[in-house]
């Protein structure tokens, strides 16, 4: 059974730097491509950040490109989201998730709703930037 856990999120204060990390059991890694979204109160939920596991290629939306990097870590085998420079607007809860039929461009050319392909996903982990 597919499953992702999220973890890493927290209070932090502007300029800050977090490190999120998915956690995965039920799939392996190598044949799927895993996505970051996020979703403030009242607003849609956006692809932010992508890694193609298939060819290792990364994407980015344009709101946190030079921002946020993310990598696979192979020791722990989790998909690893650093947020740098944390601003207000930052604040949201981050999901991670995943699908077999899922592509990188799904997740971030437009903003993500409910009828997309990721049909795995975590329960996500607040991130709260102060002022």
């Known amino acids: 059974q597919v499953q992702l856990v999220e973890s890493g999120g927290g209070l932090v204060q502007t300029g800050g730097s977090l490190r999120l990390s998915c956690a995965h059991t039920?799939?392996?890694?190598?044949?799927?491509?895993v996505a970051w979204f996020r979703q403030a109160p009242g607003k849609m939920r956006e692809g932010i950040a992508c890694i193609s596991n298939i060819d290792g290629r990364t994407f980015y939306s344009d709101t946190v490109k030079g921002r946020f990097t993310i990598s696979r870590d192979a020791y722990k085998d989790s998909i690893d989201l650093v947020i740098d420079n944390l601003r207000p607007e930052d604040t949201a809860t981050y999901f991670c998730?995943?699908?077999?039929?899922?592509?990188?461009?799904?997740?971030?050319?437009?903003?993500?709703?409910?009828?997309?392909?990721?049909?795995?996903w975590g329960h996500g982990t607040q991130v709260t930037v102060s002022s």
């Open positions: 998730a995943t699908d077999v039929e899922a592509t990188c461009d799904d997740a971030i050319a437009r903003p993500y709703t409910d009828d997309g392909p990721f049909f795995y």
């Open positions: 039920g799939f392996t890694l190598e044949y799927y491509v």
